[in-house]
């Protein structure tokens, strides 16, 4: 919970050299790490069972919520998990264009109205081929045009391979989104739009929250869930199990209710990568729309009619 | 005694004047919109890049193109100051000033604007404390600054015989000018020593800044050319911005040295064989930039890949097709025609022509960075509507239209304290002629 306290070291010393306006800022509340946390005591008993089996009674007061992800440093988010390449795979041919993926992430991440970081696109690639639905997130790229770019490292690549922004170092210059040849990356204009809850939390790289006026945002194949276990908001929002995450280094993958082995799924399936040419190496797989659970009209009930096709 | 009474003569036509009644309207009129520029900027940092019409898809607006504008055009620095320097070209000794100091304000302003693109500017530190040697954002932060300090340098050290002039007329100037120039120039006694030493360091920085220049404008469209977009995706760019940058430099100077001859009277120094010979090296420089924009445009659209065929049509026939046939004829090929008779190279056609070069220029490097943008690789969808096209905001406008008035600004003051023509190296060069005959 003292997220704010542990200024890193380097910050710190560079704080000193800006000078004195820096410091007492940084020694100010809330961030003094030398201040005791005032507690005030509501005067109702909560009866507690201790370590040794003893009932204990305390002040309700002192009952604070056990965060459920260990707090990391910014160091250990930029690394992030030994031994794990995440991966996605994307069923085009489950796809209805419901958007639940899209919903989910946007309430998860409280995008700014009107944004998204997943798109759900209605694509026709030529006359004469079929039209389908497209989920596109951000590819997490191995060879990634945007963290190539970027002048501060403020997007970075990860030894698990996610591609993360670090928003508290983010310039602005929207490099990166000229760069990026999926356009999945989306800007923070004005002032975003937040919970008063999530408007108080502690910024992290992997939850990409609470978001930053002036700095670019985008899919984050949701790290702070993986770090738990569990998938990524897009995964278990929808219905049709269209997105399965794994990890390369298991050769599996998972939409919550099945579980597949990625390389079979991938030789079967003849999956595919948006952009090969490009040499960008996505992380996000594609299986094309054969066999299809839904045909491509019914997808267009969901789809706003001022939007068309390419 | 001659030569002495016509140095005098020199001195006294190429003295700094004080502004006159339309030079006060000038200056109030660019400060006017320089003010303007102040409150819109003030809006942005208060509510966000979200007061510009700038959006996902178009993340580069007239910021970045103005950008583009000021970089090109603060090459022409090292055009005439250095290349015809090395070149032993004699003639463009009375261009040099004007040259340099168009070279510092754009250079100035080019690095100004680029902050106000940011959505952190707060955070310009981060360049260096976290910077990172890969991105071309850092090459072009690296080589803006140093031709910033060589062109500071080439402006100044040349200046020096010329405020030792200055010094020595001490009734003529108000005392705030005095103070300038002895604290600029008060150390330099013009001695063969220091003359020696200030001749090397010349030399030195006229070859430094060649290579610094092409690498300012090499990197600028690298900003481009390092992405995959097409319209930007092109190993043409390089050489394709470095060429119109010349044009555009050309042409701003071309308009400076009209106004300057019309204004302070200067007939007898910048003279009609002035615009003939800038007129000649217009027109080459137009044909080379013609040249590429036929390399950089009709390669492309005799494949008509998919990327690109869109891409295109928009600018040959679609949305943008009025802005680029204006920019091509208006920029480029009428002032060819204009250039290459005789009769267009006097002078009050050559301002004529220079305009249309700055102007074409301008709306040039909007369609550089524009349309790209509205042409992504996979399909516009899921966004707001204004999400899908791109108009510059009042904001946007006032911005822009405030960092050019600035950098006139700081023409016209400079104008206004230094002499414009060096009045050192006319007089010397009148007396070798003398001397000669």
């Given amino acids: 919970m003292n997220n704010n306290n542990n200024i890193p070291r380097r910050d710190f010393l560079l704080g000193g050299l800006l000078g004195t306006a820096a410091l007492v800022e940084g020694c100010s509340e809330p961030k003094n790490p030398f201040a005791q946390d005032e507690v005030v005591l509501t005067g109702e008993k909560v009866k507690l069972l201790s370590v040794d089996g003893q009932i204990i009674e305390i002040d309700r007061a002192f009952l604070k919520p056990v965060p459920d992800v260990p707090h990391l440093s910014n160091a250990e988010e930029r690394q992030g998990v030994a031994g794990k390449k995440f991966i996605m795979v994307i069923d085009l041919a489950r796809c209805k264009n419901l958007k639940k993926c899209q919903s989910a992430c946007n309430h998860m991440h409280q995008v700014h109205p009107g944004q998204n970081w997943i798109k759900v696109l209605g694509m026709e690639d030529a006359d004469h081929t079929a039209p389908y639905w497209q989920p596109t997130t951000c590819m997490h790229c191995d060879e990634p045009p945007c963290v190539k770019v970027c002048p501060v490292d403020a997007t970075f690549k990860r030894q698990d391979g996610i591609v993360l922004i670090d928003s508290d170092r983010c310039i602005g210059c929207r490099f990166c989104m000229a760069a990026c040849p999926y356009s999945t990356r989306v800007f923070n204009w004005e002032e975003p739009v937040l919970t008063q809850e999530v408007a108080e939390q502690p910024y992290s790289c992997e939850t990409s929250m609470p978001q930053k006026k002036g700095t670019v945002g985008k899919c984050d194949f949701c790290p702070d869930m993986t770090r738990k276990g569990e998938l990524p908001h897009c995964v278990s929002a929808c219905p049709n199990g269209v997105f399965m995450f794994g990890d390369l280094n298991e050769d599996s993958v998972t939409n919550g209710a099945e579980t597949f082995r990625f390389s079979d799924l991938i030789k079967d399936r003849a999956g595919y990568r948006l952009m090969e040419d490009l040499g960008t190496k996505p992380s996000v797989y594609y299986l094309p729309p054969v066999n299809r659970n839904f045909p491509y009209e019914a997808g267009l009930e969901n789809e706003n009619s001022e939007e068309t096709k390419k | ?437």
């Fill in chain 2, 1 to 437: 005694m001659n030569t002495s009474s016509n140095d005098k003569q020199i001195t006294d036509d190429l003295m700094p004047q004080k502004f006159s009644k339309s030079g006060m309207i000038w200056v109030g009129i660019l400060s006017t919109i320089c003010v303007i520029g102040a409150y819109a900027y003030y809006r942005q940092l208060r509510y966000g890049l979200g007061v510009t019409s700038m959006r996902d898809y178009v993340s580069w607006g007239i910021y970045i193109s103005n950008f583009v504008f000021f970089v090109a055009i603060s090459l022409v620095g090292s055009l005439i100051t250095a290349i015809f320097r090395l070149a032993n070209v004699a003639w463009s000794t009375p261009l040099t000033r004007i040259a340099e100091i168009i070279a510092v304000s754009a250079i100035t302003f080019a690095s100004l604007i680029i902050i106000v693109d940011m959505g952190r500017p707060e955070r310009l530190y981060n360049l260096f404390a976290h910077g990172r040697l890969q991105s071309p954002i850092a090459w072009d932060v690296i080589v803006i600054t140093t031709y910033l300090f060589i062109s500071l340098f080439l402006l100044y050290v040349p200046l020096l015989p010329d405020l030792k002039i200055m010094n020595q007329q001490k009734n003529k100037n108000s005392a705030w000018q005095n103070k300038i120039y002895i604290f600029l120039g008060s150390f330099w006694k013009g001695n063969s020593e220091q003359v020696k030493i200030s001749d090397k360091i010349i030399n030195i920085l006229c070859i430094m800044i060649i290579p610094v220049a092409f690498c300012i404008h090499t990197v600028t469209s690298w900003l481009f050319a390092t992405t995959y977009r097409p319209g930007w995706d092109s190993t043409n760019f390089g050489a394709y911005f470095i060429s119109g940058a010349f044009l555009v430099g050309a042409g701003g100077v071309i308009v400076a040295m009209y106004v300057f001859r019309k204004h302070y009277h200067l007939e007898k120094y910048i003279t009609e064989l002035h615009f003939e010979k800038m007129g000649r090296i217009a027109v080459m420089l137009s044909l080379i930039y013609l040249y590429f924009n036929i390399n950089e445009y009709l390669v492309p659209a005799f494949k008509m890949k998919k990327s690109e065929a869109a891409h295109l049509a928009e600018l040959f026939t679609g949305e943008f097709s009025i802005m680029f046939w204006f920019a091509i004829m208006v920029g480029m090929i009428i002032p060819i025609f204009i250039m290459l008779f005789k009769k267009g190279r006097k002078p009050l056609p050559m301002f004529i022509t220079g305009i249309m070069i700055v102007v074409g220029a301008w709306f040039k490097r909007y369609l550089i960075v524009t349309p790209t943008l509205l042409h992504p690789f996979l399909p516009m969808q899921n966004v707001p509507d204004n999400y899908k096209h791109y108009f510059p905001s009042w904001e946007e406008w006032a911005i822009t239209m405030g960092s050019l008035a600035g950098a006139l600004l700081i023409v016209t003051f400079f104008v206004r304290i230094f002499p414009i023509i060096p009045i050192h190296e006319t007089i010397t060069e009148q007396n070798e002629k003398d001397h000669s005959k």
